[in-house]
Each structure stands twice: as structure tokens, then as C-alpha cells.
């Protein structure tokens, strides 16, 4: 069990990196230059220039990646180059608010998760326990357990932004 315990866990982190450098290549390689964009058109090669070099832009992307990836796994998430304030007080807000939707969700999911897995459980190969699993292999996952009601909070929770939602 430990053997699958660290496999997994190796897994899980493997696939965070490969993310992880998926997307920062994505954002190199997006079309435009942030510098223009930061300090406008009307700005001189030279301040384009200066601008790259204080914030890193004119090194090999290796070395942008392992700077980020070193700060990341450091608590440093770097700082906006639009806001100009660091990248954690920006996410600091909205990471309390997803982790009471999360709460409240899996509060919400996990009873009914248990419950019915009981139904079905007690009623195997019947048209409840059909029922019950069409109905929870539709939110996300057809296994019917307190581990998996995890992936159908997160399943419903986006279901519930997205209907749900107000933007300003």
C-alpha cells in the first residue's frame, strides 16, 4: 500500500511539472511582447531593453523556468507585471473564496455520496441502483465513495459557478 502510496504521489507531482512547463512554454512562445504592452508603443528600444533585463525576459527560457519553478517551490510566486504587487496577495482573495465553495461543496456532495452508495449498495442490480449510478457517474465519478465524492464536488462546484455565477 505505502509502494502505491509514493507511486502515486510521484505521479501526481510529475504531472504538476509537466503542466507547470506546458504552460509557461505556451506563454512564451504567445504572440506580442509584454514589454510593449507594459510600457506602450511609444517607448524606446532602450527602455524595452532595460525593461526585459530587470525582469529577467533576456535569459534562455531554461533559466526563466528554473527561476519561476525555484520561487514556486518556495513560496515566491514572483510579482504581477500588471498590477505590480506580488502574485500571492492578487490569489490570496480568491483562494479563500474557492476553498469555501470547496468546503461547502464537498459538505454538501459527501453525504449524498455515502448515502447513495448505501441505496445502492443494498439495492445491487436494481433500477435504483442504476438509477444511482447514472446519476453519479453524470456528476463525475461512478464510484460511489467518500475518496471519489472529491472529483464530484469539484464536477459540481464548476456546474454551479457556471450557472450560478454573477460577473461584474
Wanted: positive net charge.
Amino acid at each position: 500500500m505505502l509502494r502505491f502510496i509514493v507511486k502515486r504521489i510521484g505521479l501526481s507531482i510529475l504531472t504538476l511539472v509537466i503542466v507547470s512547463l506546458i504552460v509557461f512554454l505556451m506563454t512564451s512562445i504567445m504572440p506580442g511582447d509584454i514589454a510593449k504592452q507594459i510600457l506602450g508603443r511609444d517607448a524606446t528600444p532602450e527602455a524595452f531593453e532595460i525593461w526585459n533585463k530587470e525582469k529577467g525576459f533576456d535569459k534562455p527560457l531554461v533559466i526563466q523556468y528554473s527561476r519561476w519553478m525555484g520561487g514556486v517551490l518556495t513560496g515566491d510566486l514572483g510579482t504581477s507585471l500588471q498590477y505590480e504587487m506580488p502574485v500571492s496577495e492578487i490569489l490570496a482573495p480568491a483562494a479563500s473564496k474557492s476553498a469555501q465553495l470547496a468546503i461547502v461543496a464537498l459538505l454538501l456532495i459527501a453525504p449524498i455520496s455515502i448515502l447513495g452508495g448505501i441505496a445502492a449498495a443494498m439495492n445491487r442490480g436494481k433500477k435504483v441502483d442504476r438509477a444511482l449510478t447514472w446519476w453519479f457517474v453524470c456528476c463525475g465519478d461512478s464510484r460511489i465513495c467518500v475518496g471519489s465524492c472529491i472529483d464530484s464536488c469539484f464536477w459540481c462546484s464548476n456546474r454551479g459557478i457556471s450557472g450560478f455565477g454573477v460577473s461584474r
